[in-house]
């Protein structure tokens, strides 16, 4: 079975910063773009950044210059660093992993049970 497991929200001050990781455990699959998103309150859920599996980045206009996504393909890891934080950037974040399971010919998408960051003003 596999599992996306996210790490690292909280609560902060504008300008601090946060580091979020998550961890796709399981076995028998292989993993292509890995992102997070995040949703705030009253608001559609957005995509944060992208990586693929060859480590090309996207971001979105909002967080560019100051968040900066990676992944670890040996340890199936994404982590996200967040600086310069802001109070418009308080959501449940949520990591977000494209799988194909062996055995299928389908990729999927997979989540993360999301964690909450919060920026006070």
């Known amino acids: 079975q596999v599992q996306l497991v996210e790490s690292g929200g909280g609560l902060v001050q504008t300008g601090e910063s946060l580091r979020l990781s998550c961890a796709v455990s399981?076995?028998?699959?292989?993993?292509?773009?890995m992102a997070w998103y995040r949703q705030a309150p009253g608001k559609q859920r957005e995509l944060v950044a992208s990586?693929?599996?060859?480590?090309?980045?996207n971001y979105a206009d909002s967080v560019k210059g100051r968040f900066t996504i990676s992944r670890d393909s040996a340890k199936n890891t994404v982590d996200l660093q967040m600086n310069s934080l802001k109070p418009e950037d308080t959501a449940v974040y949520s990591c977000?992993?494209?799988?194909?399971?062996?055995?299928?010919?389908?990729?999927?998408?997979?989540w993360g049970q999301g964690t909450q960051v919060t920026v006070s003003s």
């Open positions: 990586i693929t599996s060859g480590h090309s980045t």
């Open positions: 977000n992993a494209r799988i194909l399971r062996y055995g299928s010919i389908w990729w999927s998408d997979y």
């Open positions: 399981g076995s028998g699959f292989s993993i292509n773009a």
